[in-house]
């Protein structure tokens, strides 16, 4: 079985991960092939045979098409059937609130700004209340807004520069938490502390950061919550971030799908890759099989 690792190139990330994966493959069996997003088109891309399986580690169009060029009925992938994987869903939040999971109080405002719409939403909101600036990771984009002015300023340069965001609560905490699901099971979760003069517990702040981050065992209405918002998502792989509330609730602050795997080793020991490897090796198996007996 071959497993076609879609990547980016120059990225550190990307290289890591792909390290693990390769390691997982090797171990598991299966032939490990890197396909880059950057500069393929449809003639270079090699065509999956039956059985073989389609793992996206990198994120945006680019790679979004390319995966989709690979993906076929008669591949294995992570999501929950190959018609899902054809589909755009919108962000995680908007189908976790009207399916009743615990979300983050979130609104969004198409540009033009209104001012009306943005007084509006700071007025049930509140403040502090936290800018989410879509396309940034590890904690770029996540902004604090203290006051109206402050607010109206931001509002504006954001939609002047196309950007897309969403208006969230601020929610106090003093801990979130990272959950990984691989299937329907949660594979490691650990949980990160929040730094000194700082909001947003995946910064470094410099301090002790191997000590900010710890085994994590979820409440089993937590458990119930987290894989919940993965399966509705359509995906069987999901890093789930959960903020801790200083209220004592649970607030969903978004699925990653891919979602970063180093971290998660050094912390919790376990071995995602090599899970993720197994259960696609079970899902090609698994379409092997059905072909033979029809
Ligand atoms: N609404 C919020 N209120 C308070 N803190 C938040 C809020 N949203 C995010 N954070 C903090 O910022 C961190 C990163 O947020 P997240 O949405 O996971 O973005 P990213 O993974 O892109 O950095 C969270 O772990 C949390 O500590
Ligand atoms: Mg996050």
Known sequence: MKVYFISKKNSERSSTTARLFEEACHTEGADFVTVFAEGASSLSLPSPEKGDAVLREATGSAARRVERSLLSPQVAHLYSSYERSLLSYPASFVIHEKLGLPIIPTHYINAPVSRTAVREIAGLLGFPLVLKIMGGMKGVGIIQVDSLEGLFSLTDYLCAEEKHFYIRKYVPHGYAVRAVVVGSRIAACYR????????????????????????????????????????????????????????????????????????????TGIDIPREIVRRLKEKGAAILAEANET
Request: overall charge negative; proline content about 3%.
């Open 192 to 267: 990160v502390k929040v730094g000194t003069d700082e909001f947003r517990a995946n910064v470094a702040t410099g301090e002790d950061e191997r000590g900010k981050r710890e085994v994590y065992h979820c409440a089993p209405e937590l458990e119930r919550i987290i894989l919940q918002s993965v399966q509705v998502m359509g995906y069987e792989l999901g890093g789930v971030d959960i903020l801790l509330g200083e209220d004592g609730n649970f607030y969903i602050s978004e699925i990653n799908f891919p979602c970063d795997l180093s971290i998660v080793k050094e912390v």
